[in-house]
């Protein structure tokens, strides 16, 4: 049974830092391309960054460009996301996602273009 299960989220202040972590199982992990995709309340999907099967290629929205970071360890079956200099704009559920091949750019924001899907974790960015 395939599964993608989110951790780490909860409530940051500004300017602070989280990590999440997503447990890869009942698939070959380093095979996928993943990535991270959020959704604030009332708001469709937004694509937050991208990474190759074996970590050396990462991508990323501009608005998260230069304070968050994408990073796996195919040997854990395990991704993450370091979010730093949060902002109130950063709150979301935060999913991860995966596919056997990179998605193209507009692809990013259907849930139907992923293969895998986890169940997400809520990050609340408040003072």
């Known amino acids: 049974q395939v599964q993608l299960v989110e951790s780490g989220g909860g409530l940051v202040q500004p300017g602070g830092s989280l990590r999440l972590a997503c447990v890869a199982s009942?698939?070959?992990?380093?095979?996928?391309?993943m990535y991270w995709v959020r959704q604030a309340p009332g708001k469709g999907l937004e694509w937050v960054s991208t990474i190759s099967t074996s970590g050396g290629d990462t991508y990323y929205a501009d608005s998260v460009k230069g304070r968050f970071t994408i990073s796996r360890d195919n040997a854990k079956n395990t991704l993450y996301l370091q979010m730093n200099s949060l902002k109130s704009e950063d709150a979301a559920v935060y999913y991860c996602a995966g596919t056997r091949w990179k998605l193209s750019n507009s692809a990013y924001t259907r849930r139907a273009a992923y293969t895998y899907w986890g169940q997400g974790t809520q990050v609340t960015v408040s003072s």
């Open positions: 009942g698939f070959t992990f380093s095979s996928y391309w």
